[in-house]
């Protein structure tokens, strides 16, 4: 990891879905940055389905992306001012939706919810050595 790069990246953000290409654009540069790019579509794609859960079910459509870059790959969170919790669930394959978390748990090594007073956090964790399996 370079010194001179700051290893942990957060951007707030207003959820449209308009928008979501735009900030796929910023992970991937973030992580071509860090020199992570084996990650970059599992992580656009995790990315996407946590920002669509906020767009979908939150009460409010603010809310915080946060990179970072750890020695084995990357974690990423996404905080929220919704309390639910996101669930995967076995996907229905002939239904529009519900696939997102399902995806997202077979895609990242790690994931899971933070509750706090505001809402919540979900992330997940990609590793570099992993992201072939």
Same mark, same amino acid.
């Given at each position: 990891?370079? %010194?001179?790069?700051?290893?942990?990246? /957060?951007?707030?953000? =207003?959820? +449209?879905?308009? /928008?979501?290409?735009?900030?796929?654009?910023?992970?991937?540069?973030?992580?071509?940055?860090? *020199? =992570?790019?084996?990650?970059? #579509?599992?992580?656009?794609?995790?990315?996407?389905?946590?920002? &669509?859960?906020? +767009?979908? +079910?939150?009460?409010?459509? %603010?809310?915080?992306?946060?990179?970072?870059?750890? $020695?084995?790959?990357?974690?990423?969170?996404?905080?929220? #001012?919704?309390? &639910?919790? $996101?669930?995967?669930?076995?996907? %229905?394959?002939?239904?529009?939706?519900? =696939?997102?978390?399902?995806?997202?748990?077979? #895609?990242?090594?790690?994931? *899971?919810? %933070?509750? +706090?007073? &505001? *809402?919540?956090?979900?992330?997940?964790?990609?590793?570099?050595?992993?992201?072939? =399996?």
């Amino acid at each position: 990891m370079a %010194d001179n790069i700051p290893q942990r990246y /957060e951007l707030r953000l =207003r959820v +449209h879905p308009q /928008e979501l290409a735009e900030v796929r654009r910023a992970v991937g540069a973030r992580l071509r940055l860090w *020199g =992570r790019e084996e990650l970059i #579509t599992p992580a656009a794609m995790c990315v996407t389905e946590l920002l &669509s859960n906020v +767009h979908k +079910h939150a009460a409010s459509p %603010d809310c915080v992306l946060t990179l970072e870059n750890r $020695p084995r790959g990357i974690r990423a969170a996404v905080t929220d #001012t919704e309390p &639910s919790l $996101p669930v995967a669930k076995e996907p %229905d394959f002939l239904s529009e939706c519900g =696939r997102g978390m399902f995806l997202l748990s077979k #895609t990242a090594d790690e994931w *899971g919810t %933070d509750l +706090h007073g &505001s *809402g919540k956090t979900v992330w997940f964790t990609l590793c570099a050595e992993t992201v072939d =399996r």
